[in-house]
């Protein structure tokens, strides 16, 4: 009799940062091999590296960095499928995903289904924290997804040419939050400005933008001089700056701070910090802490022996520090190459699970083509301030390193060519 064997299940949920480095990583270790049959779901078709999201709102990146997780599929050895998980039932050791409907019609495209795991890996990161503050959910944009990215420099360029053919209004964008993501966008939006100033859109050298934060200084994980130095290169850009001011209300023109003071805004984003999402409260009763990050040991595991989560919806304890890992795209990119060790392991019998150590190797900050600062962390040297050139080489070797993950060196060097090629000959700024 001629009885198929079953292999073991391996379903990662989230192909962002961390997960489409584990599936790309165990489709070539395992799936390619026939070990195991890896899959792949997330809510979209394409995947672009987070930290992107403020290039891609402000419009000086466009689709061509995005990946197709089917190709990347095919490539890797993994199967992708496309829903957003909705549910899981421990029991049947089965998650349930949400019908896809088109985007278009509305039509049902696929309808709901039950995925079976022998693991389950939960990475499907985290959204804008809105502190339930009111108004802000309904008057904000926020840079979770890339249709929302997308949404928002659509958006943009219609403010920019009703400003600049009704010569009357003074374009003003507030953005809430001054961490890196705020700090970032602030800084592209100023480049794009003057672009397209340059380019002939001249009203809207009248934007202002402006930065509003509840703590004292900005960029938290910078220690207080580049905070400083950023500070600075900000106000000379005539970004406005509002440090220790906290937002109580957002209505559709204007940001309300605790003193009474409204804030002319016409675009608002929310950048003040982070939860994983609300569906999370009701998962099948696994521990969560208090922004509905699943509590994950040492090794990553959930309290379910056969669920596992990484990247910004894990809370994993950082040993020595009175914190959790922070939710960071290198933090995402260690703990899917320790994790993918860890599957290895369970799918060819082994009980060990490997523990994972966060390692910062510091945090850096692009204002653009203005500069970039950060502090660099070594075992030898502890924290090193850098800036300029180095500071750029190092922030964009974070988005190499992920690229490498999945598409290997030879096409990594291959597209950075092709970009630096692309770029001499026009400058990107997406203006439709
Ligand atoms: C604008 C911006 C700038 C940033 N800059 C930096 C930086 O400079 N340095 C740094 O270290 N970090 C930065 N970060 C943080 C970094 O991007 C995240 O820490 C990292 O992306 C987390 O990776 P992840 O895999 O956990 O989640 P993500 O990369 O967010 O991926 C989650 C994936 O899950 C999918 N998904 C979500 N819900 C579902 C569902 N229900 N079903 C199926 N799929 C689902 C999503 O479509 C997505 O593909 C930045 C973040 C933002 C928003």
């Given at each position: 009799m001629n009885k198929e064997i079953r292999r073991h299940q391996v379903v990662i949920v989230g192909g962002g940062a961390a997960g489409l480095e584990l599936a790309t990583y165990l489709g070539k270790k395992l799936g390619r091999k026939g070990l195991a049959d890896i899959t792949l779901l997330d809510a979209t078709h394409t995947h672009i590296w987070k930290p992107l999201l403020h290039e891609v709102a402000a419009g000086?990146?466009?689709?061509?960095e995005q990946v197709e997780y089917l190709a990347q599929a095919y490539r890797s050895g993994f199967l992708f499928r496309l829903g957003k998980m909705d549910g899981l039932d421990r029991e049947n050791k089965q998650i349930s995903v949400a019908p896809t409907l088109s985007e278009?019609?509305?039509?049902?495209l696929i309808p709901r289904r039950d995925f079976q795991y022998d693991t389950l890996v939960m990475a499907v990161g985290s959204v804008s924290n809105t502190?339930?503050?009111?108004?802000v959910d309904k008057n904000c944009r926020f840079l979770d997804s890339v249709a929302e990215a997308f949404d928002f420099q659509q958006q943009l360029v219609e403010t920019y040419i009703k400003s600049h053919v009704s010569r009357k209004t003074k374009l003003s964008i507030g953005i809430v939050g001054a961490g890196a993501t705020g700090v970032e966008l602030a800084a592209q939006l100023h480049e794009v400005t003057n672009t397209l100033a340059m380019y002939g859109?001249?009203?809207?050298?009248d934007v202002q933008i402006t930065i509003i934060e509840a703590?004292?200084?900005?960029?938290?994980?910078?220690?207080d001089r580049l905070a400083m130095a950023t500070q600075r290169q900000l106000i000379n850009l005539g970004i406005d700056l509002r440090l220790d001011c906290r937002v109580v209300e957002v209505t559709k023109e204007a940001i309300k701070t605790h003193d009474g003071e409204l804030i002319p805004a016409e675009l608002k984003v929310w950048a003040a910090g982070i939860k994983a999402p609300d569906w999370f409260k009701d998962l099948g009763g696994l521990e969560i802490n208090n922004i509905n990050q699943l509590v994950v040991q040492q090794n990553l595991?959930?309290?379910?022996?056969n669920i596992f989560a990484i990247g910004d919806c894990a809370a994993c304890p950082w040993p020595g520090?009175?914190?959790?890992?922070?939710?960071r795209a290198q933090a995402a990119h260690q703990q899917a190459t320790t994790l993918a060790k860890s599957i290895v392991n369970r799918v060819k019998g082994k009980e060990e699970l490997v523990n994972y150590v966060y390692r910062d190797y510091g945090s850096l900050v692009s204002l653009g083509k203005y500069s970039t600062v950060g502090n660099l962390m070594g075992n030898l040297m502890g924290s090193v301030s850098v800036g300029g050139f180095i500071a750029r080489v190092v922030y964009l070797a974070l988005y190499k390193m992920h690229q490498i993950a999945i598409h290997g060196y030879y096409r990594t060097a291959m597209l950075t060519l092709s970009n630096l090629f692309r770029d001499s000959v026009y400058k990107r700024i997406k203006l439709h």
């Open positions: 000086t990146l466009d689709e061509t278009k019609t509305g039509e049902e502190f339930n503050i009111k108004g859109l001249d009203a809207v050298k703590a004292p200084r900005l960029l938290p994980a910078l220690p595991k959930t309290s379910d022996e520090h009175d914190a959790n890992v922070p939710p």
